[in-house]
């Protein structure tokens, strides 16, 4: 039987640009795992944090961003690790910054672009992102959306 955990995060960015929503992906740097690879904002929870303090910590040392509104989003997403025999669960958060916002790498990542949801979703690898990404744009545009996003103040 596979070992259960949570213990990362992931994180998606967006900012309104001229009405239109635009995500922000960050680009693996060649020496990390998965070297570049497109993804969100992700890392590990440390002991002391809840994950929604992990994903506030992320998004300033990956981006040296400040989200404006910060969002739990209805999806869990998981991957499985043979080499560990684990499955992985990670709850997923959005984060809204301004639209003049300058993004400032960390280390870890080589490159970022601000694309469409569709752009977007041809860069992530996994389809549990991309999931994430069909959710949160179903949210963001219909009034009458039945998700319900549980807003943490920040």
Same mark, same amino acid.
């Given at each position: 039987?596979?070992?259960? +955990? ?29 070297? !570049?690879?497109?993804?969100? $904002?992700? !890392?590990? +929870? ?45 709850? $997923?958060?959005?984060?809204? $910054? ?29 389809? !549990?992102?991309?999931?994430? $990404? ?19 103040? +920040?």
């Amino acid at each position: 039987m596979p070992k259960l +955990i949570s213990n990362m995060i992931e994180v998606h960015i967006f900012k309104m640009s001229e009405n239109k929503i635009e995500f922000l992906l960050l680009k693996r740097s060649e020496k990390e795992i998965y070297p !570049g690879l497109w993804q969100m $904002v992700s !890392g590990k +929870i440390k002991k002391s944090e809840k994950a929604y303090q992990t994903a506030l910590r992320e998004i300033n040392e990956e981006t040296n961003l400040k989200p404006i509104k910060f969002w739990v989003v209805p999806n869990i997403n998981s991957f499985y690790l043979p080499q560990k025999d684990s499955v992985t669960f990670l709850p $997923v958060f959005l984060a809204q $910054v301004i639209k003049q916002s300058e993004v400032k790498l960390s280390n870890e990542h080589s490159d970022y672009r601000w694309l469409s949801a569709k752009e977007a979703k041809k860069l992530l690898a996994w389809s !549990g992102q991309r999931r994430s $990404v069909d959710i949160i744009i179903k949210y963001l545009t219909e009034k009458k959306s039945y998700l319900n996003f549980v807003e943490i103040k +920040i």
